[in-house]
């Protein structure tokens, strides 16, 4: 019997509709038969029946492992040829027998390669004709009637058979595809959950933190001066308590951007200064009418560009300005005046600073690009690339 190909993934289970058509197909041609011949040829009789009951039997039961166990296919296709072709010579060909043989053919057409099915259907075609030709039929009404004949309804079954597979296939390609999306999705979710994090609430614990190691120094030397550190700590604590709701929002929404963006990031600036960091805005700081997704990811880069300041620079200084280049695309830079760049030569460095990964992700989301270099300052330059909105 002809190998099948191997088949990818779960094994299909076959509807159980297909197994009740497969024996009331195999029943229904069958029983005429055997009546016929009881009278006539008993032992015959019995041995169609018994055989016919054993392949209905074998396909209801087994049918479905086929697919999954390579051994079991070829040992399934081997017992129900037998018992097929004891079928046809036990009966002769008589009266509607051959017909039995159709839905056998289905079920190879479904589960063996097209080299396999077909060769399947030739056989059972070529022992129906062997056994015409056998019991007194000549060879040439057999050319004439039966190969024409039921090699039509041979032809019919493995098409049919195709058919079938096809669709199940492509049905279990797009289910594969749709769950594929799904988790492409959940995963995307996920990281915008994470960035969104990282860059608003990050950035607030990053200046609640350095502001609380300001406050202990100044705590006996400068109680007036601690008690305004730590006021201004409480208004941070209270935004951070804001970010994480709009970040919770943010899981059934995509998120918000500032309304007023210009004003957004002056206070951003400003709550970001530190007895270790001043932070400012150019004086020239101004924003064109962006979309709300380009101001969140404006929004974004300076937070991120702020925390950095912070937190990896070692910064005194930090500036926040606006810009066009010569092809109108908007610019935001963060300027710093720290230790600058040391991974810029270093192809993995994304991957150890989630913020910067992050931030490209956004950025090329809306068609831009991040970009660090050299400062004017001395430090760092990050950078914001957006191209013009129509």
């Known amino acids: 019997m002809p190998e099948p190909a191997p088949r990818s993934g779960p094994p299909h289970r076959e509807p159980r509709s297909l197994d009740a058509l497969f024996a009331l197909t195999v029943v229904v041609t069958l029983t005429p038969v055997v009546a016929a011949l009881w009278s ?5 009789a019995a041995l169609v029946a018994v055989a016919g009951f054993a392949h209905v039997a074998l396909a209801v039961r087994s049918f479905g492992s086929v697919e999954s166990d390579p051994t079991w296919r070829r040992n399934y296709f081997a017992v129900q040829s037998a018992l097929l072709v004891t079928v046809l010579v ?19 057409g479904m589960v063996l390669t097209s080299r396999g099915a077909w060769t399947l259907a030739a056989a059972v075609l070529a022992t129906i004709a062997a056994t015409e030709i056998a019991y007194g039929m000549s060879v040439s009404s057999v050319l004439a009637y039966i190969v024409p004949g039921y090699g039509a309804a041979v032809l019919f079954s493995v098409l049919f058979a195709r058919v079938l597979r096809n669709e199940r296939d492509a049905r279990a390609e797009v289910e594969s595809l749709q769950a594929a999306l799904q988790d492409r999705a959940a995963e995307q979710e996920r990281l915008r959950i994470a960035r969104d994090i990282h860059d608003g609430l990050g950035h607030t614990l990053t200046v609640i933190a350095t ?41 059934r929404d995509d998120g918000d951007a500032p309304a007023d963006l210009a004003r957004a990031i002056r206070d951003l600036v400003e709550r970001s200064n530190t007895a270790r960091l001043r932070a400012e805005v150019a004086a020239d700081l101004t924003f064109p009418d962006l979309p709300p997704p380009d101001r969140l990811v404006a929004w974004r880069v300076a937070q991120e560009g702020l925390t950095n300041a912070h937190r990896h620079a070692e910064a005194s200084r930090c500036v926040v300005s606006t810009g066009r280049d010569t092809a109108g695309n908007f610019l935001l830079h963060v300027d710093d005046d720290g230790r600058g760049l ?25 068609g831009g690009r991040i ?3 050299p400062s004017p300052l001395g430090g760092c330059r990050l950078t914001l690339t957006l191209p013009p909105r129509p």
């Open 40 to 44: 006539e040829a008993t032992t015959r």
């Open 342 to 366: 040391h991974h810029d030569s270093d192809p993995d460095a994304d991957a150890r600073h989630f913020g910067l990964a992050g931030l490209r992700e956004r950025a090329h989301e809306r």
């Open 90 to 108: 036990a009966s002769r060909c008589f009266g509607s027998a051959p017909i039995a043989a159709m839905p056998f053919l289905v079920q190879g």
């Open 211 to 251: 502001r609380l190691e300001a406050a202990r120094h100044l705590a006996e030397r400068d109680p007036h001066r601690t008690a305004a550190l730590l006021e201004q700590t409480t208004e941070l604590v209270r935004d951070g308590l804001a970010e994480i709701r709009r970040s919770v929002a943010r899981m």
């Open 371 to 373: 970009a660090l270099g």
